[in-house]
């Protein structure tokens, strides 16, 4: 099958319409890409939540008060350490993906995404809670976290980079690489790899149509195995 798409506005838009984690994953384990999901309670706050776009890395950290003085590090005395220049710093079509920090606090709410929306960003990934839900729900932005809790970040942990590689439970995050998520969950596609995972999961995705049709219309799953090779 061949590249389909010219540009990252074609790709995220034929995507929305055809593609789901399940599929893309399926291409990365063709391709021995095995360890490509985060964890399974990061999930969409409402279950028709798309997401699709280039990873825009944030690293958080833990603090122990709003305003640190006295310290090496002087973000310490600065509010939120640097969120708000990571915000104002996403560009068209980027996630803002956060990890980094204990799950005691919020890293996402209503105002920072409205922020995000405003750029033009894709929505956003929590390693961790949100908060603001009705407004979040409201703005029919795509946010993925570990479910909502109000308590804020304020005293309690700073954006210490951004732009910059992290992990999440073993999956490494670049500046670039596309995330996708959904009902099922959220996966990382490593840009290296992103014109052959997207061409194998349209593949896929087309494939799948004709077997549920054959099964459907009768066929036994090893009838449809031997004859697609897809189940």
């Given at each position: 099958?061949?590249?389909?798409?010219k540009n990252d506005?074609?790709?995220?838009?034929?995507a929305?319409?055809e593609?789901?984690?399940a599929?893309?994953?399926?291409?990365?384990?063709?391709?021995e890409?095995?360890h490509?999901f985060?964890?399974?309670?990061?999930?969409?706050?409402?279950k028709?939540?798309?997401?699709?776009?280039?990873?825009?890395?944030?690293?958080e950290?833990?603090?122990?008060?709003?305003?640190?003085f006295?310290?090496?590090?002087?973000l310490m005395?600065?509010?939120?350490?640097?969120?708000l220049?990571?915000?104002?710093?996403?560009?068209?079509?980027?996630?803002y993906?956060?990890?980094?920090?204990?799950?005691?606090?919020?890293?996402?709410?209503?105002?920072?995404?409205?922020?995000?929306?405003?750029l033009?960003?894709?929505?956003?990934?929590?390693?961790?809670y949100s908060?603001?839900?009705?407004?979040?729900?409201?703005m029919?932005?795509p946010?993925f976290s570990y479910g909502n809790?109000?308590?804020?970040?304020?005293?309690?942990?700073?954006?210490?980079?951004f732009?910059?590689p992290?992990?999440?439970?073993?999956?490494r995050?670049?500046p670039?690489?596309?995330?996708v998520?959904?009902i099922?969950?959220?996966?990382?596609?490593?840009?290296?790899?992103?014109n052959?995972?997207?061409?194998?999961?349209?593949?896929?995705?087309?494939?799948?149509?004709?077997?549920?049709?054959?099964?459907?219309?009768?066929?036994s799953?090893?009838?449809?195995?031997?004859k697609?090779?897809?189940?």
């Amino acid at each position: 099958m061949e590249k389909i798409w010219k540009n990252d506005n074609e790709l995220f838009k034929q995507a929305k319409k055809e593609l789901f984690t399940a599929v893309i994953g399926d291409a990365m384990d063709k391709m021995e890409l095995f360890h490509q999901f985060l964890p399974p309670k990061i999930q969409p706050l409402d279950k028709n939540m798309f997401l699709i776009g280039r990873a825009m890395p944030v690293l958080e950290a833990d603090t122990f008060e709003e305003l640190s003085f006295g310290g090496q590090n002087k973000l310490m005395a600065k509010p939120f350490g640097l969120m708000l220049e990571a915000l104002d710093d996403l560009k068209k079509n980027e996630v803002y993906i956060c990890t980094g920090s204990s799950p005691r606090y919020a890293l996402v709410g209503e105002l920072m995404m409205t922020r995000a929306q405003k750029l033009g960003a894709a929505g956003a990934v929590a390693n961790g809670y949100s908060r603001d839900t009705f407004g979040l729900l409201e703005m029919d932005f795509p946010v993925f976290s570990y479910g909502n809790y109000a308590q804020d970040q304020g005293p309690r942990g700073k954006v210490i980079d951004f732009r910059v590689p992290i992990e999440i439970e073993g999956v490494r995050i670049n500046p670039g690489d596309i995330i996708v998520g959904d009902i099922d969950g959220v996966c990382v596609v490593p840009q290296a790899h992103e014109n052959e995972v997207f061409t194998r999961a349209f593949e896929k995705a087309r494939g799948e149509k004709k077997v549920l049709k054959a099964i459907q219309n009768g066929m036994s799953a090893l009838e449809a195995w031997k004859k697609y090779q897809i189940m």
